[in-house]
C-alpha cells in the first residue's frame, strides 16, 4: 500500500517533540507499507503570531530524517483565516500528493491538516481517512465545529485514541458509529521503564529528600499549569521541601518563568526533551501531575506508568481509560485546593512501582497494525464502490 500522511503534528525544526505519538505510529507504519509525510505548516506575518501555540517555520527535524517527510507552508494570518485554513492547505500539498500518487491518504489533526487532505483524496479519487487526537476535535468556535463535521463525517475511517473521542464524534459532530476506530497510544518499552529513583536523581542533580512533582507537555493554560503553579506553593507551606519540574514549551513559557523568577525558586522550567531525557525525569520524579481541562488520550500518563510513578491528574477525555484509583488519584479541573490535597496524598502513599510499570504492554507496533488495518479496510471498500459504480 502506498500510504499518504497528512500532518502538522510532526517533529519540525525547533520542536522535535511535536506530535510525537504520530511519529512513533507513522515510524512503524514505514515498515509495513509505502509511506511518505506531507506536514502542512502555516507560516504567519512576522508581527502577526499566534498566540495559541508556538509558531514554527517550515523545516526538517533530525528525528524524522529517517522518514520521507515534506514540510510545505502556506500563508495564514491568525483567526482571520481560520475559515480558509482547509482549503490553502489545500491547496499547498496538492502536487505533492499527486506526484506521490497515494492508494490512501490518512491525516491526522481534524480542522485544517484533515480538510485539506480530504479535498486531495476526492480530487485524486482516492480512500481517505482521518485522525483525531483530542482538542481538534473538541473546538469552540462555530465555523471551525462545521469544517471539523465535514471531516469527520466524510472520512472512510475516522480513528480516535479514545472511546471518549468516539462517542464525541458521533454525538456532537453526527459521525457513523460503524466507522469509528478506536486506536490507543503505545509506549516505547526500551525507553521507559521502571528504574531506580536515586541515580536519576544523582545525574539531574536533585536531592534525595526532595519530593519531586513533575509535569511533561505543552505549557498552554488548557493543562491546568496556573491552578498547579498555585497548589504547589501552598503545599509548600508543609513540605518545604517540595519541587515542581516543568518540561515542555509552549505559549506560557515566559509566564512560568516570571513567576518563578519572582517567588518561585523551587520551581524549574527545564525545556522541552527528548524521550530518553524525559525517562530519567520520570525516574527521579515522586510523581507527575496533569491537572488538564481536557485530553484526548495523554501519552505522558501511560510513559508515566510505564516507568513506574503515579500520577495526579483529572478525570477528562480519556484519563479515565488510561488510569483508576490503583495507579492515580484524581481531582476536579480547574480546582487548587483539592488539586494540592490530591498531591499531598499521592506524596505520603506507597506506591508499588514494578506494579504501576506492569500496567501497559501495548507499543507501537500495534497501533500501526491497527492503523494499517483500518486504511486497508478503507482502501477495500473504496474500490468496492467504484467497481459498483463502473457496473
Given at each position: 500500500m502506498r500510504l499518504l500522511i497528512v500532518t502538522s503534528q510532526f517533529p519540525i525544526d525547533g520542536e522535535p517533540n511535536r506530535g510525537r505519538p504520530v511519529f512513533q505510529t507513522v515510524r512503524e507504519l514505514a515498515r509495513r507499507a509505502t509511506v511518505r509525510v506531507i506536514n502542512p505548516i502555516a507560516v504567519y506575518p512576522a508581527a502577526l503570531q499566534p498566540n495559541s501555540y508556538l509558531a514554527r517555520k517550515p523545516g526538517a527535524n533530525p528525528v524524522a530524517a529517517e522518514l520521507d517527510a515534506v514540510y510545505v507552508p502556506y500563508r495564514a494570518i491568525p483567526a482571520l483565516s481560520r475559515p480558509f485554513n482547509g482549503w490553502l492547505a489545500a491547496r499547498a500539498i496538492a502536487a505533492e500528493a499527486a506526484r506521490f500518487a497515494p492508494d490512501v491518504i490518512l491525516a491526522y489533526w481534524l480542522y485544517p491538516d484533515a480538510f485539506a487532505a480530504q479535498i486531495v483524496a476526492q480530487r485524486l479519487g482516492i480512500s481517505f481517512v482521518a485522525g483525531a487526537r483530542g482538542s481538534d476535535i473538541r473546538v469552540r468556535d462555530a465555523i471551525s465545529r462545521m469544517l471539523?463535521?465535514?471531516?469527520?463525517?466524510?472520512?472512510?475511517?475516522?480513528?480516535?485514541?479514545?472511546?471518549?473521542?468516539?462517542?464525541?464524534?458521533?454525538?456532537?459532530?453526527?459521525?457513523?458509529?460503524?466507522?469509528?476506530?478506536?486506536?490507543?497510544?503505545?509506549?516505547?518499552?526500551?525507553?521507559?521503564?521502571?528504574?531506580?529513583?536515586?541515580?536519576?536523581?544523582?545525574?539531574?542533580?536533585?536531592?534525595?529528600?526532595?519530593?519531586?512533582?513533575?509535569?511533561?507537555?505543552?505549557?498552554?493554560?488548557?493543562?491546568?499549569?496556573?491552578?498547579?503553579?498555585?497548589?504547589?506553593?501552598?503545599?509548600?507551606?508543609?513540605?518545604?521541601r517540595l519541587s515542581l519540574v516543568l518540561v515542555g514549551d509552549g505559549p506560557m513559557r515566559a509566564e512560568l518563568a516570571m513567576r518563578i523568577a519572582n517567588n518561585a525558586a523551587?520551581?524549574?522550567?527545564?525545556?522541552?526533551?527528548?524521550?530518553?531525557?524525559?525517562?530519567?525525569?520520570?525516574?527521579?520524579?515522586?510523581?507527575?501531575?496533569?491537572?488538564?481541562?481536557?485530553?484526548?488520550?495523554?501519552?505522558?500518563?501511560?510513559?508515566?506508568?510505564?516507568?513506574?510513578?503515579?500520577?495526579?491528574?483529572?478525570?477528562?477525555?480519556?484519563?479515565?481509560?488510561?488510569?483508576?484509583?490503583?495507579?492515580?488519584?484524581?481531582?476536579?479541573?480547574?480546582?487548587?485546593?483539592?488539586?494540592?490535597?490530591?498531591?499531598?496524598?499521592?506524596?505520603?502513599?506507597?506506591?508499588?512501582?514494578?506494579?504501576?510499570?506492569?500496567?501497559?504492554?501495548?507499543?507501537?507496533?500495534q497501533v500501526a497494525a491497527d492503523t494499517l488495518k483500518a486504511c486497508t479496510q478503507a482502501l477495500a471498500e473504496h474500490r468496492s464502490n467504484s467497481n459498483r459504480a463502473k457496473d
Open positions: 471539523t463535521g465535514r471531516v469527520v463525517r466524510g472520512a472512510s475511517r475516522l480513528l480516535v485514541v479514545s472511546a471518549d473521542l468516539g462517542r464525541l464524534a458521533v454525538s456532537d459532530y453526527g459521525g457513523d458509529p460503524a466507522r469509528v476506530h478506536v486506536i490507543p497510544n503505545g509506549c516505547d518499552a526500551a525507553i521507559f521503564h521502571p528504574r531506580a529513583r536515586a541515580p536519576a536523581r544523582a545525574a539531574l542533580g536533585i536531592a534525595d529528600d526532595c519530593e519531586l512533582v513533575l509535569y511533561v507537555g505543552r505549557l498552554v493554560p488548557e493543562k491546568g499549569l496556573r491552578e498547579l503553579f498555585d497548589a504547589c506553593a501552598l503545599l509548600r507551606n508543609d513540605r518545604p523551587w520551581a524549574s522550567l527545564a525545556g522541552a526533551q527528548p524521550p530518553q531525557a524525559v525517562a530519567q525525569c520520570f525516574a527521579a520524579c515522586n510523581l507527575l501531575a496533569l491537572p488538564s481541562y481536557s485530553e484526548g488520550h495523554p501519552n505522558v500518563l501511560v510513559e508515566a506508568l510505564a516507568c513506574g510513578r503515579p500520577v495526579v491528574t483529572t478525570p477528562v477525555g480519556g484519563i479515565p481509560e488510561v488510569v483508576d484509583d490503583a495507579v492515580a488519584i484524581l481531582v476536579p479541573p480547574r480546582t487548587v485546593a483539592p488539586l494540592r490535597d490530591a498531591l499531598a496524598q499521592a506524596l505520603d502513599r506507597h506506591w508499588d512501582a514494578d506494579a504501576l510499570g506492569a500496567r501497559f504492554s501495548r507499543d507501537w507496533s
